[in-house]
T-cell receptor, first 115, second 113 residues
């Protein structure tokens, strides 16, 4: 079974600054996806960014970027130019490919952006 | 374009009762997954449905069952409710041929008293 660990329960960042969330995972698989999801108080889980394990290039989506270290099984998320709307719970998730359909989530990191 | 719709948004049940939660997937999506999210934790996979059949199941007891209808909508049924079943239940959908990016609903908050 795959396990996903997020070691930072809470993070606080000043508006316009940068924050980095850590995530490590444990798997013997070579083909998988990694995700970061955002869950604001509205409860809806929103996909922030996706990384395919066979791609060495780190994924980027606007102000969000990842640092994918496959050998170290590390997948951190960097939020640049933090905005008040970034305040939410952030979850790291893993999905084995191609035959698995479930997302395995970490426990989450609460991010608070201060004005 | 409507996203994933779940109903009801909140529900209170008594221990031992049965509950049915409903989910309508995003337009164009034909797989539906259900997750249980306890307070302060990450979601846990319950099962996924495709073509009206359970395709994969997580580590949940048989009290948890589901159904998918021809229009791809889905129900989650939980029998003999326990206090520990209190949680946010999330539904997620995706297209079968691109099953790597799920769209989630806002969930149903179930409280068992």
């Amino acid at each position: 079974a795959q396990t996903v660990t997020q070691s930072q329960p809470e993070m606080s960042v000043q508006e316009a600054e940068t924050v980095t969330l850590s995530c490590t995972y444990d798997t013997s698989e070579n083909n998988y996806y990694l995700f970061w999801y955002k869950q604001p108080p509205s409860r809806q889980m929103i996909l922030v960014i996706r990384q395919e394990a066979y791609k060495q290039q780190n994924a980027t989506e606007n102000r969000f970027s990842v640092n994918f270290q496959k050998a170290a099984k590390s997948f951190s998320l960097k939020i640049s130019d933090s905005q008040l709307g970034d305040t939410a719970m952030y979850f790291c998730a893993f999905m084995k490919r191609p035959s698995d359909y479930k997302l395995s989530f970490g426990a989450g990191t609460t991010v608070t952006v201060r004005a | 374009d409507a996203g994933v719709t779940q109903s009801p948004t909140h529900l209170i049940k008594t221990r031992g009762q049965q509950v049915t939660l409903r989910c309508s997937p995003k337009s164009g999506h034909d797989t539906v997954s259900w997750y249980q999210q306890a307070l302060g934790q990450g979601p846990q996979f319950i099962f996924q449905y495709y073509e009206e059949e359970e395709r994969q199941r997580g580590n949940f007891p048989d009290r948890f069952s589901g159904h998918q209808f021809p229009n791809y909508s889905s129900e989650l049924n939980v029998n003999a409710l326990l206090l520990g079943d209190s949680a946010l239940y999330l539904c997620a959908s995706s297209p079968y041929r691109a099953n790597y990016g799920y769209t989630f609903g806002s969930g149903t908050r179930l409280t068992v008293v």
